[in-house]
């Protein structure tokens, strides 16, 4: 039977390292060289942890079966369940639109906008109010995760054009591994004499990863998700959003009520400090982790869009951290890791997405909230 090492909850800086075996665990730590879940790799944790001769000792690990696909999986019940077009067919509801049409704007509220405190846009959003409680309580659940580079939103002070990160001869490394891949904002905390921003890492299931670099991760919601199930989580994301049929509806227009997409945004250290094993399941929310949030309406992002061309896919709630938080490799390589043992394949979404310039005012709403 294949096996997966998972460590056990014996303190943050030990916890939940044995998923990423091959990876440097931080500056300083010893690396285990071998592949993941190899016999190797088991073997050096063994010797790290000082177990010959010592078979009562407790270890910090423990060994688990490996996620594989059995039978009693069924079909994807998501797959194909992106909506193209509205109630007739081939009428291309969905696609997108011109944001303005001589020189009127010509689509609703759009994202990523600027969340900075106070910030409201100029598009009037009508009586369209944002979700303002967490999502669980709204019955909307996550359908997927992804994460671009750089931040599509914009929060002065925190991310945004005075931001920074590894340079120019990262961003070329960031080319070549990842393709042509627009950059957002970046955070501030980047240091390049804090060997934690520096130290690069042994990325396991992450692709084109880097630390010091700033990353905005998306979590969308849905009530329509299969909440609950093998199928909950989706690649694309689409078709979990729209997965179960007559929740999600154009007329009466209830899309911003039904779903929602959570935004946090981090710079990645190599540094167990910082180490959160379950980004999977959406925002942490925990110390000033999600303590300050701003909630408005907008759309669908990605570099498809951008301020002459925009998404039809809004109104959607966006629930956006204003603060950049530090958050070690290893939790994105354990969430890597959780995404490859979904039902579905997200395969598509275990590197970093290009970012949709900042919208304009004129296109981003005038309902921003600050906390619930």
Known sequence: MPILLLAGALGRKNAWLLPLLGVSLSAGAASVESASGTCGAMKTIYKDEGCCGKPDQEMKHVVVPKATHPDIWANNICDGKKPLDAATPGDGYFNNVD??????????????ANVTQGYQGTLDAGDRVPILTPYWEAGLCPVNVHWHLGTEHYSKGEYDEGGHGPGPGHDRRQRRLAGSVRMGFQCHHYDDTDPKFTTEYKWQHCIGMHVGETYEVHWPHSAAGACGT?????????????????????????????IGVQSQIYTIVNDEDYYYPDMMRGMIVDGHYGEDVAKY?????????DNEICSRYTPITWQTDRKCHLISASSFDKMCADMKNQNDDMHEDLHAHGSRELVLDELAANNHHRRV
């Open 297 to 305: 309406t907008g759309s669908t992002t990605g570099t498809s869009r």
């Open 230 to 258: 093998p199928h909950q989580y989706q690649t694309p994301f689409y078709d979990g959003v729209f997965c179960r049929d007559g929740i999600v509806t154009l007329d009466p227009l209830n899309t911003f009520e039904k």
């Open 99 to 112: 944001c303005m049409i001589n020189n009127v704007v010509a689509a609703l509220e759009q994202a990523g």
